[in-house]
């Protein structure tokens, strides 16, 4: 290798495969192996190497034109990946963003406690627990020593709710000295007037069981209690009947994970 790298620096107009040569003529000692032979002999291999010589030649042109193009697919390969990884982080940047706007990050103990004592089972609360740790994982530059903070097992165990919830307490005594994101449910019952315009999809169950998925805006507010027209996705009609729901009621539709309010308005009451 040390021979061919100093011939390419020497020769720098010659072929790979001329210098290839070279090196395994001079390193065989071919010269001599073949003055060696007979007259006869050396005519036949002389003859032989240059009827092989266009073959020889073919193959090494097809051996370049293969390595190329595995390298460019190579190449595309990488690019690809590439692409489909920056679309994964977005995306979940995007839903970790959409979690903190609606659920806030938890920045303290007592509010840890008091959100997971909201959820009945040992699965959502360590489900929940996960999806806290995640956001610093998506929403934070955490350092590689703090990186095993964001892991949910060790050695094939899964962490109690306990560890995690240490993890998390780490991450937020490091890296959350921000004020922590209100969320929705804080908002609505501090500042209802700031949902006014605000649109969101209700599920509501139906007579034969099966959910439906509407569409809402808050028209307006008095004293906790809105008033909101509802429209079906398919249908895009607006009702001009307007609802009453209370504060209390659109709370609890938003912790049973049956509203979610969006970043839309509706055309024809976009100069409301």
């Not at 020769?11 to 192996?33: C, G, M, P, Q, R």
């Not at 892991?151 to 005594?173: C, V």
């Amino acid at each position: 290798m040390g021979k061919l790298d100093r011939k390419l620096n020497s020769s720098a107009t010659w072929s790979t495969n001329s210098i290839e040569s070279v090196i395994l003529f001079k390193s065989n000692d071919t010269s001599k192996w073949l003055n060696d032979k007979s007259e006869t002999e050396q005519e036949e291999i002389i003859k032989d190497a240059r009827s092989n010589t266009k073959p020889f030649l073919k193959n090494i042109n097809q051996r370049k034109k293969t390595l190329l193009q595995k390298c460019i697919g190579n190449i595309r390969e990488k690019q690809k990946a590439l692409k489909e990884k920056k679309a994964k982080q977005k995306m979940q940047s995007e839903k970790a963003e959409e979690h903190v706007k609606n659920k806030g990050f938890w920045s303290n103990e007592e509010e840890i406690e008091r959100n997971i004592t909201l959820l009945k089972t040992k699965k959502e609360k360590i489900s929940v627990m996960k999806h806290q740790i995640s956001l610093y994982k998506t929403l934070h530059s955490v350092q590689s020593e703090d990186k095993k903070y964001l892991n949910f097992s060790h050695k094939g165990k899964q962490f109690d709710i306990a560890k995690l919830k240490e993890n998390l307490l780490i991450l937020i005594k490091k890296y959350n000295n921000e004020p922590s994101t209100p969320s929705v449910t804080t908002r609505l019952q501090q500042n209802p007037e700031i949902f006014i315009n605000k649109c969101f999809n209700h599920v509501w169950t139906i007579e034969n069981g099966q959910d439906e998925t509407w569409k809402g805006r808050i028209m307006s507010q008095n004293s906790g209690t809105f008033n909101v027209k509802y429209w079906l996705e398919e249908e895009n009609n607006i009702d001009d009947e307007e609802f009453e729901l209370t504060v209390e009621e659109l709370i609890t539709d938003i912790d049973e994970g049956n509203l979610t309010f969006c970043e839309y308005f509706i055309k024809e009451y976009r100069e409301i």
